[in-house]
C-alpha cells in the first residue's frame, strides 16, 4: 500500500510539472499558437514520407560544421537587428539551421519554420515539442502559396529562391501575404566559380534577383553583400 501512495504522489508531481511546462510555454509566446503536428494539419501521409537514413544524411550536410565558415549565421542574424519581440518567418526552413539562431534573439517575439519539405517540417517539429524552443513553430508550406502569417515583421529565405520554378510569381504571392514595413530577406549564392554553392547553371544573377523583387513590388532597402564570401544578402521592404 506504501508503495502505491509513492507513485500516486509521483504522478501527481509529474501533472504538476507538465502543467507549468505547458503554462510557462503559453505565457512565454504569445504571438504562437498551441503547438500541433505540422504534418497532420497540412494532411500529410506520414507513411509516405521520404527514408529516415536519406532525411537524416541531407540534414547533417545542412548542418555541417564548416558551413558556419562561409554562412556565418550568427553575423547574418545580428544583422537583421531584431529587437526582440517581431514575428519572423523562416521561408524553407530546412533543417531549422537559422531558424532556432533566429529563435534565441526573439525572447518575445516567435518563428515560423516553413518548408514545403514534410520530412524537414517534421525535423523541426520533433525539436519544437520538447519544449527547448516554445516560440518556433513548424508548418508546411506549398511551392506556389507559402502560407504567411498575415503579421510577420520578417520573412528570411536562404539558399531557396533558386529552388523555385515560378521565381516572380512566388515573389508577388509573399508580396501579397506580407504587411506594410514588412521586411524580406534573400540570401542566395551570387555567381562565378566558387568552392561552395550550386552548379552554375541554376544560380539567379544579382540584377535578375532585384528586377524580380522590383516587379513583385518590394523596394530594396539594404545590400549586405559584403558580409558573405560567396553569397548575396539584400533586404527589401513592402512599400
Not at 515560423?112 to 520533433?126: C, F, G, L, S
Not at 504587411?179 to 540584377?207: H, T
Amino acid at each position: 500500500m506504501r508503495r502505491i501512495g509513492v507513485i500516486a504522489q509521483v504522478l501527481l508531481l509529474l501533472g504538476i510539472l507538465m502543467a507549468w511546462v505547458t503554462t510557462t510555454i503559453a505565457e512565454e509566446s504569445p504571438t504562437l499558437p498551441p503547438i500541433e503536428c505540422p504534418l497532420r494539419k497540412a494532411g500529410i501521409d506520414r507513411t509516405k514520407l521520404k527514408p529516415f537514413e536519406e532525411v537524416e544524411k541531407y540534414i547533417a550536410f545542412l548542418e555541417r560544421a564548416d558551413r558556419a565558415k562561409w554562412q556565418k549565421p550568427d553575423d547574418v542574424v545580428k544583422a537583421l537587428e531584431l529587437k526582440g519581440a517581431e514575428l519572423v518567418v523562416d521561408l524553407g526552413a530546412g533543417s531549422g539551421y537559422f531558424t532556432f539562431r533566429l529563435s534565441k534573439a526573439l525572447p518575445k517575439g516567435g518563428v515560423i519554420a516553413i518548408d514545403t519539405q514534410p520530412e524537414m517540417v517534421r525535423h523541426v517539429h520533433r525539436k519544437v515539442i520538447t519544449g527547448e524552443w516554445p516560440n518556433v513553430r513548424a508548418q508546411v508550406g506549398k511551392a506556389d502559396d507559402p502560407g504567411l502569417p498575415s503579421d510577420a515583421d520578417l520573412v528570411f529565405v536562404c539558399d531557396v529562391l533558386l529552388h523555385v520554378p515560378k521565381k516572380t510569381e512566388w515573389l508577388k504571392k509573399i508580396y501579397s501575404e506580407m504587411q506594410a514595413g514588412a521586411r524580406l530577406v534573400l540570401i542566395d549564392f551570387r555567381e562565378g566559380n566558387l568552392p561552395e554553392g550550386p552548379p552554375e547553371a541554376i544560380k539567379v544573377p544579382k540584377s535578375e534577383v532585384l528586377r524580380m523583387c522590383k516587379e513583385a513590388g518590394f523596394k530594396l532597402k539594404e545590400d549586405r553583400s559584403d558580409m558573405l564570401p560567396y553569397q548575396n544578402f539584400l533586404v527589401f521592404e513592402k512599400r
